[in-house]
């Protein structure tokens, strides 16, 4: 019964509509045309390769031969290989260089510096912290590697200041590198993050400042009750780019350190063009390939959700 | 007293937050003109300072070939994608109903996308298409891996236009086409330069691509070029200095000159994406 009648009524509904019909499927036509373009180099640059990725991920394949169907060995491979697991833990410890830092400084330098952008000197400020954002992160990875090497400013610095037995190179280090390799991320990221969260705290209404003075509030309930809960958007916006630019890192460690000493700062992007171009294993490049896409989804997820939540 | 201090302490703070940003290029910089195949000091205003380096490093890298690579390169993506992605943000915003948001979503969910969850296809898809080792092989799939944003920061844009204007165009007589050419496109203009800034630095500083796709250095783009300068002359530091630094220059250049514009950019560009 129900059914005749929704049926029905949509009858009637389509009859309504018939007159404009003309209109709304040219104005449909009208709207491909202009979607068309975009979508077709999109469906063939990203989600064809995308899927590929996928199948190829079931396979088991030296690229050149004939492939075998693997099922999802690749996957448990990923899962269980020490060498791949600490592959991925390692870019999870540059999240916290790529992100925790330039967030946490970024936040406390942000907050102290807030009303001296202005004027020429703030325009000074903002390009030079904007200077590691322009260049591309291949040139960050020499200029740093030269930063470390054993001649580099780094020890330089040690030995000018008496801490001679701390003078090492730092990329070639076992304990180091990783450590070392992380702060070229902060280095490339700080700047932007203090510029996103000093505009954010400029959108901040003074008179919050000021009746949190009125009450008597120091500079650190000040900057807990004011400035953290109005920049909870910003905040969000630093840590998806910074966690994504962790994860996804390829340049600065190819560049840097070719992942070594050992696979000691080894990251995913590095191991999935290694395993697909010089150790031909497609198919297990590739499940590493669509675990780190999702790695990435997850971890940045409950970031946009937590700072969306109160917004509303 | 309290806030000439505090304000004192900020300046200081600010002043060595830029020495920690420039120091590495200053570094680069001094060992640049040290004598090439010698092993400099970190940071040293050398006795005898070699500008012929930079004149070196110019021949060695064949900058002017490399400029020339990374304009094409340029020139084949940021246009069209800006055109196409400009129409799609357009269409989505504008021509379609409730009915297509799955289209869009299906736009945005590449945005967080890293480049290698796909290079390894892409690499077998480039040279299925008989494009490997040629800019094409970087210009196509950059195209398409840059629309998920553009045509994210476009709809964006187009959702703020208001209504009355299509309809005002529409009682003019003027098709979808000639509004879209005539009122929309010049009302953009803001948000097309932005585009158009972000999506030049990321061609030119663009790395994995060139790496994969294109074996010849002067195919490639600026970074890559870089990448296989330091594989090439990783060991002499001077003239790695002074070729990664030349590399840098033109868009230094261009940040300085439109600082403003691509501050703005890259800003928005990171709160958007």
């Known amino acids: ?95 916290f260089y790529f992100t925790v830092i330039p967030v946490g400084l970024g936040l406390a330098v942000a907050s102290a510096i807030r009303s001296h952008m202005g004027g020429p000197f703030g325009t000074a400020t903002r390009t030079i912290l904007f200077l590691p954002q322009v260049i591309p992160l291949v040139a960050a990875g020499i200029a740093w590697s030269w930063m470390y090497a054993n001649s580099g400013l780094v020890n330089q610095f040690l030995r000018a200041v008496g801490l001679e037995s701390w003078a090492r190179g730092w990329l070639g280090d076992f304990t180091f590198a990783l450590p070392a390799m992380g702060m070229i991320g902060a280095w490339v990221l700080l700047g932007l993050c203090i510029m996103l969260l000093v505009t954010g705290i400029t959108k901040i209404d003074p008179s919050l400042y000021e009746a949190a003075r009125l009450d008597g509030a120091g500079a650190w309930d000040e900057f807990r009750y004011v400035t953290l809960p109005g920049l909870r958007q910003e905040i969000g916006v630093c840590v998806t780019v910074t966690i994504i630019q962790a994860l996804a890192a390829f340049d600065i460690v190819y560049i840097a350190t070719g992942g070594g000493p050992g696979i000691n700062t080894t990251v995913p992007g590095l191991e999935i063009y290694r395993l697909a171009f010089a150790h031909r294993q497609v198919g297990l490049a590739s499940a590493l390939a669509i675990v780190l896409m999702i790695l990435v989804l997850v971890s940045i997820a409950p970031v946009q959700w937590f700072t969306r939540e109160r917004k509303q | 007293m309290n806030a000439a201090a505090r304000s004192l302490l900020a300046r200081a703070l600010i002043v060595l937050l830029m020495a920690v940003t420039l120091l590495p290029f200053l570094s680069m910089f001094s060992a640049a003109l040290a004598p090439s195949g010698t092993y400099p000091n970190g940071l040293e205003w050398p006795s005898d300072p070699q500008w012929i380096n930079f004149v070196k490093a110019f021949e060695v890298a064949n900058m002017g070939e490399l400029l020339k690579s990374s304009a094409l390169i340029v020139l084949g993506v940021v246009p069209v994608s800006v055109l196409i992605a400009t129409m799609a943000g357009y269409g989505l915003a504008k021509l379609t109903s409730n009915r297509y948001k799955w289209l869009y979503l299906v736009f945005v969910a590449g945005l967080t996308l890293p480049f290698e969850a796909v290079i390894t296809p892409l690499y077998y898809e480039v040279r299925a298409l008989g494009l490997l080792n040629t800019r ?23 959702l703020n236009v208001p209504n009355d204007l299509t309809e005002a165009a529409q009682l003019d007589g003027a098709t979808r086409w000639d509004e879209f050419w005539k009122v929309q ?58 070729g990664s630094l030349l590399i840098l220059a033109p868009t230094i250049i261009l940040f300085l000159i439109f600082q403003r514009q691509f501050v703005a950019a890259l800003m928005q560009g990171a709160v958007k994406g």
């Open chain 2, 136 to 158: 094409f092989a970087i210009i196509l799939p950059l195209i398409g891996l840059y629309m998920p944003f553009s045509v994210y920061w476009m709809r964006a844009h187009f």
């Open chain 2, 185 to 242: 496109v010049p009302l953009a203009r803001p948000a097309i330069m932005s585009l158009m800034i972000l999506l030049f630095l990321w061609t030119w500083n663009q790395f994995l691509l060139p790496v994969v796709l294109v074996r010849d250095p002067l195919q490639r783009t600026m970074a890559g070029a870089l990448g296989a300068f330091q594989g090439q002359w990783g060991t002499d530091v001077p003239l790695l200095c002074a």
């Open chain 1, 1 to 95: 019964m129900q059914v005749k009648t929704a049926s029905g009524s949509n009858r009637n509904d389509q009859g309504k509509r018939l007159p404009r019909k003309k209109g709304s499927r040219k104005s449909r036509l009208v709207a491909w045309v202009f979607i068309t373009p975009a979508a077709v180099v999109y469906a063939g640059f990203v989600l064809v390769p995308l899927l590929m990725s996928v199948y190829y991920s079931l396979l088991r394949w030296d690229g050149i031969g004939k492939a075998r169907f693997n099922g999802l060995a690749n996957y448990v491979v990923v899962m269980t290989d020490p060498d791949l697991l600490q592959i991925i833990g390692n870019s999870f410890l540059l999240v």
